[in-house]
């Protein structure tokens, strides 16, 4: 079992619909990550906080909006979303924001989009 | 962007045998490089990491070797088990801190 603590497992959801991933980690770290990860391919960075704020945003799409509420949750709240979002959505923690410092990834939400 | 280059995207080894898989690299500043292994339906976790002031580093049947100079660093799985079967993926840090880019991933299999 992974420190990171990621909920649902499995999301099937419509275009119109509006849903959010919730991501838990109790670890004391203090930078949180999304990734999306397609089939077959490596992990892309979506988002980055640092000490709860937005630090980086990799130009997502603002359908696709991340919620640090404390230092141990991370939200991506996700509306009107297109079949080729479907991927598997990762949150990763570390320790230190300011140096580099070992991610620990979730298991993910597998996402699908009808 | 940085790039990560990783090779090969496939690899089918014996068990016992040794898997090889290379990473390339561009320019950093930053003094960290992991490893991370995937199984599927699971998130990528963690293998072993190395920073460039050490040559290499051995956890168990797992071996990092760094070469600064030539900005590339390989993972060594010694006497492979078919549980070893799985997507590697290798990482480096971009000079904005806190993001990694990951290489393309090297499915391992490993045959009994």
């Known amino acids: 079992d992974t420190e990171v603590t990621q909920t649902p497992k499995h999301l099937v959801m419509g275009m119109t619909n509006k849903k959010s991933l919730k991501c838990e980690q109790h670890m004391g770290h203090r930078a949180m990550y999304w990734y999306k990860q397609k089939a077959k391919k490596p992990p892309e960075l979506m988002f980055v906080y640092s000490y709860e704020k937005l630090s980086i945003n990799e130009s997502v799409p603002s359908r696709f909006s991340p919620e640090c509420p404390n230092s141990s949750l991370l939200n991506l709240h996700l509306h009107a979303l297109q079949p080729e979002d479907s991927a598997l959505y990762l949150c990763a923690s570390s320790q230190d924001p300011g140096s580099n410092q070992p991610q620990h990834f979730g298991d993910g939400t597998r996402l699908s989009i009808l | 962007q940085q790039q990560v280059k990783q090779s090969p995207q496939s690899l089918i080894v014996q068990k016992g045998g040794i898997s090889i898989i290379n990473c390339a690299y561009e320019?950093?500043?930053?003094?960290?490089f992991p490893w991370y292994q995937q199984f599927p339906g699971k998130g990528p976790a963690l293998l072993i990491a190395?920073?460039?002031?050490?040559s290499e580093k051995k956890e168990g049947r797992f071996t990092i070797s760094f070469n600064k100079s030539a900005k590339q660093f390989s993972l060594h799985i010694m006497d492979s088990q078919p549980g070893d079967s799985a997507t590697y993926f290798c990482?480096?840090?971009?000079?904005?801190?806190?993001?990694?880019?990951f290489g393309g991933g090297t499915r391992v299999l490993v045959k009994p």
């Open positions: 990482a480096a840090p971009e000079a904005a801190g806190n993001k990694l880019t």
């Open positions: 190395i920073r460039p002031d050490v």
């Open positions: 320019n950093t500043a930053f003094d960290y």
